[in-house]
């Protein structure tokens, strides 16, 4: 008797779906990844709805409506495991940035009839509402990270991704560091390891896609930007990006905001 697969499903919340493409974009590596699993609720690449429980869930977007709420419940309830993927998944994504202001005023500017229009206030992440065993960052995510988290978990293991900074990237990539060398604001000292230091090698400043890394000195690094010329005002807009709602990003620029961003110590 053939031995059992586990049963994979993706699951999309308000997100771009950049993430789910991402692991399309896997093609050689998916398919040998495919060939331990059972791919059973996919529809991003499927028509194919096998019902659960489900041994691993991946869960891409953020919670942004009553209905999300409750149906990424119904997800966790199905999954023995379940990994979050993503910006939006991992910290609220693009759209939390409406968590700063009057999502009410936001909705009666843009459409036409408000009331039909049902959503929470806060765009927030999975993490946020149910338990999550695992949350791989960036926006979009890493494919060969994702494939690493998809296999430590086939094999009962926990996953191996960099818990450093894209500081270290660039060093790993002979980077003349654009802080340093140019004076140009760079979030690469705070910013979770993933992209392989894309925009410090074509010397523009990190924009923090991959969020926060593990106990970032987001305060020291405010500082610096201040001291090299960069005002409050665009030291705010910085961190308020992919990544907006992430708890380190999130608490410094109410720190900054209140003129608080200080001397780094």
């Known amino acids: 008797m053939a031995k059992r697969r586990p049963k994979l499903a993706v699951w999309k919340f308000a997100s771009c779906d950049g993430c789910q493409l991402s692991l399309l974009d896997c093609e050689d590596e998916l398919l040998a990844v495919a060939e331990h699993l059972d791919i059973a609720y996919f529809p991003e690449a499927s028509s194919r ?9 991946l869960v891409e977007g953020s919670i942004t409506t009553p209905h999300d709420a409750e149906r990424i419940r119904r997800v966790r309830r199905e999954s023995r495991r379940l990994v979050t993927i993503g910006a939006c998944a991992t ?8 968590n700063f202001a009057d999502h009410r005023e936001f909705i009666n500017i843009v459409y036409a009839r408000p009331e ?28 060969h990270q994702l494939i690493e988290v998809v296999s430590a978990y086939l094999n009962n293991r926990k996953p191996n991704t960099p818990a450093h900074s894209v500081c270290i ?20 000292p705070v910013t979770h390891a993933g992209c392989g230091a894309i925009c410090p090698t074509y010397l523009r400043g990190c924009y923090g ?13 405010s500082a610096q930007w201040i001291k090299m010329g960069a005002s409050e005002k665009e030291t705010v807009e910085a961190y308020r990006g992919f990544n907006a709602w992430a708890e380190a990003f999130r608490s410094e620029t109410v720190k900054v905001g209140n003129g608080e961003g200080g001397d780094g110590e």
């Open 116 to 143: 039909y229009i049902s959503t929470l206030e806060q765009s927030t992440a999975i993490s946020d509402h149910v338990d999550v065993d695992f949350e791989l960052r960036g926006c979009p995510i890493d494919k």
């Open 91 to 98: 910290s609220g994504g693009i759209q939390a940035l409406r």
């Open 169 to 188: 990237e660039c060093k790993l990539r002979a980077n003349v560091c654009v802080m340093v060398a140019k004076g140009t604001p760079c979030l690469g």
């Open 49 to 57: 709805m096998v019902k659960g429980p489900y041994d691993l869930s």
């Open 209 to 221: 896609c991959f969020g926060p890394q593990e106990t970032a000195n987001t305060q020291s690094l």
